[in-house]
């Protein structure tokens, strides 16, 4: 999966003939193709013209997490959630949202608490495509293997992947991510996020911020946003941070790590 993401112009517009933001920008490599089933709750976030812009998270029946800054211009009663096909072009059900709730700390000048929910106006029901996720406990720290999935873009420009690709990554701490990132960018990396790397040139992209960053069974982290070409560690909310806010809103279930 060759894939470029750009964060700024991620807020308002679809995923084709974008230009480049200069500080949140990458290019990826080495996705997977996913298979029917193997992520049940990742859901694609769509505009009423089906165009895919971001992922998400199944919770619960009625609840879907995804980023703050996907929500960033959108109406509450704009958004079609496509879950149960992991083909962007094809297949799947639609639900709408009814309701977002963004992090009362979400700032985007500073990409942080940058963590979203999402209402549907008709709960999910249950099949082996579409099933959700329960939320990550533990406190993450440095050399754990992870998994991020997405509908990220292949080309730049050019267009959101046609199927769902997911790729292993490991976490990293906060003090080695934000070492082996640039001055200007360390402002963006907080204590309460999670950064992850993958082998050289492999990482997050645009369409794929929103996404669930996966270990075991559970939901850690939401990504977030990335810079040159996974050079350096993708920057991702981290679940157990948000926790206590995200189960006041939706009574999610939670997983503790063993």
Partial sequence: MKLTIYLIAL????????????????RILGG????????????????????????????NERWVLTSG?????????AINIVAGSHIRTTGGLVFRSSRIFTHPNFSFALMANDVSLILVTTPFFWTPNIQPISL???EISGGITATIAGWGL????GSAAEILQWQS??????????????????AFIHDNTICT???????????????PVIVGNSVIGVMSWSVQCGLVPDIHARVSSHRDWIVSLTEAPIHELP
């Avoid at 790397?197 to 996404?211: A, H, I, L, P």
């Fill in 11 to 26: 807020l308002s517009v679809s995923l084709t003939g974008i230009s480049a933001s200069p500080l949140f920008s990458g």
């Fill in 32 to 59: 997977t193709d996913a298979v029917a089933g193997q992520f049940p709750f990742v859901v694609s976030l769509r505009t009423l013209l089906n165009s895919h812009f971001c992922g998400g998270s199944i919770l």
């Fill in 69 to 77: 800054h996907c929500m960033m211009g959108r109406d509450q009663d």
């Fill in 136 to 138: 990550g406990e533990a």
């Fill in 154 to 157: 292949t080309t730049n420009p």
């Fill in 169 to 186: 990554t490991v976490t990293v701490t906060p003090a080695d991510c934000r070492s082996r990132h640039a001055l200007a960018q360390r």
């Fill in 197 to 211: 790397s993958s082998r050289f040139g492999e990482g997050m992209c645009m369409g794929d911020t929103g996404g």
